[in-house]
């Protein structure tokens, strides 16, 4: 069964700090991948999605992600986060098309500091 | 295009009662799924829906819950007799027909007292 570790739990970074947030996936091919954002009390939001091709993905917010087949890995990264980015962000994969279960991580929890 | 809707926000029930969670698509959406989010953890599938189809309920607990997307109206999550361990958020997601990305709605915190 195919699973999504996000192994850090909780991250501190400072206002105007780069960001990685680690995010890796347990499945023989290459899945579908996602990064969502939820703000507290809120849904979630799509930051951006990997489905093949180039393997450095651009989302919204300023928000990139890169697969390495090599690593199992899509992490997260930002060059500069702003206050407004502290929020949970989720990890999902998805096997393919027609198998519509998205798999989730746990969770990590970005808090920014001034 | 309005968004995923989902209603109500918040509900609490005292245990043994019915929960009742509707989730209306966004508009052009044929595909409808529904997570449970625990506290303090990731969200999980419960079930996949098409209009009057069940694709997929192997995530929904085998007792007590029930879902539906009936050709007109909203989808709907059933959850009878509550339990404590029902507390959750339980988000609808709404998908086009072969586009594997998921609209999500802003969820329905269930309280169970």
């Known amino acids: 069964a195919q699973s999504v570790t996000q192994p850090d739990i909780h991250i501190t970074v400072s206002e105007g700090a780069s960001l990685e947030l680690r995010c890796n996936y347990s499945?023989?091919?290459?899945?579908?991948l996602f990064w969502y954002v939820q703000s507290p009390g809120q849904g979630l939001q799509l930051l951006l999605k990997?489905?093949?091709?180039?393997?450095l993905v651009q989302g919204i917010k300023g928000f990139e992600a890169e697969f390495k087949r090599s690593q199992s890995s899509f992490n997260l990264r930002k060059p500069s986060v702003h206050w407004s980015d502290a929020a949970e962000y989720f990890c999902a994969s998805l096997l393919s098309v027609g198998n519509e279960k998205l798999t989730f991580g746990t969770g990590t929890r970005l808090t920014i500091i001034p | 295009n309005a968004g995923v809707m989902q209603n109500p926000r918040h509900l609490v029930r005292r245990r043994g009662q019915e929960a009742r969670l509707r989730c209306s698509p966004m508009?052009?959406?044929?595909?409808v799924y529904w997570y449970r989010q625990l506290p303090e953890e990731g969200l999980k599938f419960m079930v996949y829906?098409?209009?009057?189809?069940?694709?997929?309920e192997s995530g929904m607990p085998k007792e007590r819950f029930s879902a539906e997307f009936p050709k007109e109206g909203p989808s709907i999550l059933r959850i009878q007799q509550v339990v404590r361990g029902d507390s959750a958020a339980y988000f609808c997601a709404s998908s086009p027909l072969l586009v594997n990305e998921q609209f999500f709605g802003p969820g329905t915190r269930l309280t169970v007292l």
């Open positions: 508009k052009g959406h044929s595909h």
């Open positions: 829906l098409q209009k009057e189809n069940i694709i997929d």
């Open positions: 499945y023989g091919a290459t899945p579908y």
């Open positions: 990997y489905f093949s091709g180039d393997t």
